[in-house]
């Protein structure tokens, strides 16, 4: 994106910044054990809303941020089973690379008839993808 790491990072480590681009309704309290609650459906039942009960893991200002995950209301089976998302602000020529790193998925209980964890990474892989569209469009790239 075509802004600093220090500016990046506040898009994604505060209620703020997160709604200069991503959503209106997010909760970001940046320490570690902190809430990083994304509200996706305002008018759904309290638990399906967005991210409710992730947390940041940990943040380097201006260099990385780590946060629980979980997986969309309409796959019980793993939605309370979090994994985790690190995102990296790296400086390039003109701006800042910006990249997420979806982790926690559990290898054992991948087949397990039923798990969901397939679906899961299915969606995410197509969410994040789009996420990261949202960046782009709204403070473009380095040029």
């Known amino acids: 994106v075509a802004l600093s790491p220090s500016e990046a990072f506040t898009l994604w480590s ?4 997160l709604a200069r681009w991503w959503l209106d309704t997010a909760t970001v309290d940046l320490r ?3 809430r990083y609650e994304l509200r996706f459906i305002d008018d759904a039942p309290v638990g ?7 947390r ?14 979980n997986a969309p209301p309409n796959l019980p089976a793993t939605r309370h089973l979090h994994t985790w998302v690190v995102v990296d602000f ?12 979806h982790l926690g998925w559990p290898e054992s209980t991948w087949a397990t008839p039923g798990s969901q964890w397939p679906e899961t990474f299915a969606y995410f ?3 994040w993808t789009m996420v990261f569209g949202l960046l782009g469009e709204k403070f473009g790239t380095p040029g």
């Open 14 to 17: 505060s209620s703020e910044g």
């Open 125 to 127: 892989e197509r969410a």
């Open 48 to 54: 399906s809303q967005g991210s409710e009960t992730c």
């Open 90 to 101: 790296e400086a390039v020529d003109a701006g800042t690379r910006v990249r997420a790193t």
């Open 32 to 34: 570690p054990g902190g």
């Open 56 to 69: 940041v893991l940990s943040f380097v200002p201006g260099r990385m941020i780590s946060f629980t995950w």
